[in-house]
């Protein structure tokens, strides 16, 4: 099983490196990795977990920011790490912190002037909305369809920093020339959702957040495994964000049975929150 694991990551890194090249990819910072194995322990202990997250003020402002948003609404203000960790519990727990690493990565490695903020502004819109609809219509997957949707295209800012000539097609996507994972196919035969999955093998993510993040397919024929994610991902679409919103509130409404009034609530109340766990992302 080792053998294979190992494998598998040589196979994704060689990969990697077809795509980009030997610039130097985006790493998670050695404290947030021993959280993470912490917590994924079958001796985890919360309370070392805790003190693990507390010695990194960057990861500790995210976590409290995260756990205050719209998506968790805890009846009281969450003001410290170890209460924190004690709400989000051991499952939640690995995936917020593995979403909160990478998004730090991701976020260190950004090209000058692309608009980071934009970027974490609608993931979190995406991973908000992917939270409250979790609650229901898959609460059981709540936190683990909150981390696909925020990483869902956590490997475009990468290829705008380390792939030349990516940005033309970046620019053709914002201009409506297509669909983006299909002008990316086109133009180099993988998309962003095909690296990010080569990116979570190098960061041995779980490969249940890899399938969610790049799972093909539309919800709307009841073919996916994730449709929560495979939903919101609409709100990453270019546009206006009320007629996105309109567009996605009409899909979720079809897919889950929801009346459009609830479901352009859900939306709603996660676009309030975007902003504020944006800024703790980027």
């Avoid at 709400?87 to 990478?102: C, D, P, Q, T, V």
């Avoid at 683990?144 to 800012?157: M, R």
């Amino acid at each position: 099983m080792l053998k294979m694991k190992r494998a598998k990551e040589k196979s994704a890194g060689g990969d990697l490196r077809r795509v980009l090249g030997t610039v130097e990819l985006p790493t998670i910072p050695a404290l947030v990795t021993t959280a993470i194995e912490q917590v994924s322990s079958p001796d985890c202990d919360l309370r070392q977990v805790a003190e693990t997250v507390g010695r990194d003020p960057g990861l500790s402002a995210r976590l409290l920011t995260t756990v205050n948003s719209a998506a968790y609404a805890p009846r009281n203000p969450i003001v410290g790490v170890a209460q924190a960790v004690t709400m989000f519990g051991r499952n939640h727990l690995e995936s917020m912190l593995i979403s909160l690493a990478a998004s730090r990565a991701v976020s260190d490695s950004a090209a000058p002037g692309f608009d980071l903020n934009r970027f974490w502004t609608v993931a979190a819109w995406r991973a908000s909305a992917a939270a409250i609809l979790s609650k229901r219509v898959d609460r059981p997957r709540a936190s683990e369809n909150f981390s696909a949707a925020l990483l869902e295209d956590i490997a475009v800012p990468i290829l705008a920093s380390k792939k030349p000539g990516y940005s033309k097609v970046l620019h053709s996507w914002r201009d409506g020339a297509g669909n983006l994972a299909d002008l990316e196919h086109q133009e180099y035969g993988w998309t962003h959702k095909t690296v990010a999955g080569w990116l979570f093998d190098e960061w041995a993510f779980p490969e249940s957040l890899k399938e969610a993040v790049t799972e093909e397919g539309r919800p709307e024929d009841g073919a996916v495994v994730y449709p929560v994610v495979r939903v919101v991902s609409s709100l990453s679409e270019p546009g206006e964000p009320n007629d996105v919103a309109d567009t996605t509130a009409t899909r979720i409404a079809a897919v889950f049975g929801l009346p459009e009034d609830a479901a352009a609530a859900v939306l709603q109340a996660a676009r309030s929150d975007a902003a504020t766990l944006a800024d703790s992302l980027s």
